[in-house]
C-alpha cells in the first residue's frame, strides 16, 4: 500500500498554513524552504516556552516512535498529547480507503502528537518521495526509515532522490565537538554517498565502540612485547628456535590443533610487520567498524585470516604462518576496491596519492615477505613463514569485502550475490578441510619436524 507524501516543512511535515515561520515559498520548493527553516529557526525544534513543540532531534526506538509506528500498521488509538484532542485512529488517516494518505492529515497527527523527527530522516523521506514518479512513499518503506531499517528498496528510492537533496550539509555544520568532527571525518572517508554519509553522522551512536579492531590490535601488541622481553628479540623474531615453538603459530606440523588456523594471527615476524599491520588496523579497521559495524568488520577480518592460513596448507605446505596479514589485506583490499568503484563519490582528501601511497605499501609488504621465505638473511632450523596469507586475504577482500562495504543501506541476507560468496567460501574451507586431512599423506608431503 502507497502513502502520498505531499510537500510541505521537511522538519516538522506542517504545511505552511499551519506553521507560519516556514513561509509560503516552501509548497514550490521544499528543500530551500527547509534549508531557509534552519537558517531561520523553525518552530519544530524550538523550546516549548518559544513557541515550538521542543522535539528532541532524533526518531528512533523510543516509545513514542513505537507508538506512532503501531498506528499506521494496526487500529489501536493513539492518546494525544493534551487534553480535548480527539484520539487518532489509523482508519482516520485514509478514511475513503484510497491507499494515500494526504500532508495535511499526517502533519496535523504529528504536530498534535508532538512526535520528534530527525532531520536526516526527513531529507530521506523528502528523497523517497521526489525518487517516486507520483510522489509517492510506500508504506513499509516510511516503517523501515522510522524503525532505521535496511532495505535494497529503500537504498534505490534514497539514490533515486539524492539528487535533489542539498550538497555538503555535514561540511557546513557548525559548533561539533571533537567527537562529532571525528564522526564527519569517518562519514567522509568511508562512505562515497552525501546521503550516506548525513544518515550515519546523525544516527551515530558510541555504543558499542569499535572495540573489535581495538582489542585485536592491543592484543598482537602485548603478545609481541613477551615473546619479544622473553626471547631478547625484537626484529626477525621467526629466527630464534624457541619462538616457533609457541601455541599460537600456524605449523604444518600442528594442523590438527585448529585453534592455529586463526591464533597465528597475533603472532609477528618482527618488530616491521607488526608495526605496518597495527597501523593499517587502526586507520582503515577502526573507521569501517564504526560505519559497518562490529559483527561485519569482525566476520571480514576474521575471514581474510582463516582464508590465509587454509591457503598457505594448500599451495605452501612446509611453510609455517604468523602475523596478521590476512585480515589486515582483506580490510584494505576491500576499502581500495571500494574507493576505487566509487571514485567519483568518494570526498576524502588526495584520494589518488593516498590510493598510490597504499598500493606501493602493500605491495611493499608482499615483497618482504616473498624475500624472507626464499632469501632468508639469517640462518634458520626450518621454513620461513610463507606470504600466500597476503593474497588469500586480498581476494577475500575484493569478494567478500566489497560486498559488505557497498551494501551499507542494505541487509546483506537480501542478497543473492552475498549468497553465493558464502558458499563459494564455504566450499574452499571445506575443500581445505578435506586436503589437510587427505593430501598430505596422499602426495608424501616432507613437512618440517614440528618444534
Known amino acids: 500500500m502507497g502513502w502520498r507524501l505531499l510537500r510541505g516543512c521537511k522538519c516538522c511535515l506542517q504545511p505552511a498554513p499551519l506553521i507560519p515561520p516556514c513561509t509560503p515559498h516552501l509548497t514550490l520548493n521544499p528543500l530551500r524552504a527547509a534549508k531557509a527553516t534552519r537558517e531561520r529557526g523553525c518552530g519544530c525544534f524550538l523550546p516549548r516556552e518559544q513557541g515550538g513543540t521542543g522535539c528532541p532531534p532524533a526518531w528512533g526506538h523510543d516509545p513514542m516512535s513505537q507508538h506512532f509506528l503501531s498506528c499506521l500498521s494496526h487500529e489501536d488509538e493513539l492518546q494525544p498529547r493534551h487534553a480535548g484532542d480527539a484520539p487518532c485512529r489509523a482508519p482516520q488517516l485514509d478514511p475513503e480507503n484510497t491507499g494515500f494518505i494526504g500532508v495535511e492529515t499526517f502533519a496535523s497527527l504529528v504536530h498534535s502528537h508532538e512526535l520528534p523527527l530527525d532531520p536526516a530522516k526527513l531529507d530521506m523521506l523528502v528523497a523517497l518521495a521526489q525518487g517516486n514518479d507520483e510522489g509517492q512513499v510506500c508504506y513499509q518503506e516510511l516503517v523501515d526509515l522510522i ?7 529503500f537504498k534505490r528510492a534514497i539514490a533515486n532522490g539524492q539528487r535533489a537533496l542539498p550538497r555538503d550539509v555535514l561540511l557546513d555544520e557548525t559548533g561539533l565537538g571533537i567527537y562529532k568532527r571525528f564522526v564527519r571525518y569517518v562519514a567522509y572517508e568511508i562512505l562515497p554517498c552525501e546521503m550516506d554519509r548525513r544518515w550515519y553522522f546523525y544516527q551515530h551512536r558510541t555504543c558499542p565502540p569499535p572495540v573489535f ?3 585485536v590490535t592491543l592484543t ?6 613477551c615473546y619479544g622481553a622473553r626471547l631478547n628479540k625484537w626484529v626477525l623474531q621467526t629466527y630464534h628456535p624457541e619462538y616457533m615453538k609457541s601455541p599460537l603459530v600456524y605449523h604444518p ?3 590438527a590443533r585448529a585453534w592455529r588456523f586463526l591464533t597465528y594471527m597475533f603472532m609477528h615476524v618482527g618488530l616491521e610487520q607488526l608495526g605496518f599491520n597495527a597501523l593499517l588496523q587502526l586507520m582503515i579497521g577502526v573507521p569501517l567498524e564504526m560505519v559497518h559495524g562490529i559483527l561485519r568488520i569482525s566476520f571480514l577480518y576474521l575471514a581474510g585470516v582463516l582464508a590465509g592460513s587454509l591457503t598457505v596448507s594448500i599451495t605452501d605446505m612446509r611453510a609455517p604462518l604468523v602475523g596478521g596479514s590476512g585480515g589486515v589485506y582483506a580490510l584494505c583490499s576491500a576499502h581500495l576496491a571500494n574507493v576505487v568503484m566509487n571514485w567519483a563519490g568518494m570526498r576524502c582528501p588526495y584520494k589518488l596519492l593516498r590510493m598510490v601511497l597504499a598500493l606501493v605499501c602493500m605491495s611493499s609488504e608482499v615483497g618482504r615477505a616473498v624475500w624472507l621465505r626464499f632469501s632468508p638473511p639469517l640462518p634458520a632450523s626450518g621454513p620461513q613463514p610463507s606470504f600466500m596469507a597476503h ?4 581476494i577475500v577482500g575484493i569478494s567478500m569485502g566489497l560486498t559488505i562495504l557497498r551494501s551499507y543501506e542494505e541487509s546483506l541476507q537480501d542478497q543473492c550475490g552475498w549468497w553465493v560468496l558464502l558458499l563459494s567460501y564455504g566450499t574452499f574451507l571445506l575443500f581445505a578441510v578435506f586436503w589437510n586431512i587427505f593430501a ?4 608424501g608431503a616432507q613437512i618440517p619436524p614440528p618444534p
Open 213 to 215: 579492531m581495538a582489542a
Open 253 to 255: 606440523g600442528h594442523r
Open 391 to 394: 593474497l588469500a586475504g586480498a
Open 440 to 443: 598430505y599423506d596422499l602426495l
Open 220 to 225: 598482537q601488541i602485548i603478545v609481541f612485547l
Open 147 to 153: 524503525s532505521s531499517k535496511r532495505s535494497s528498496s
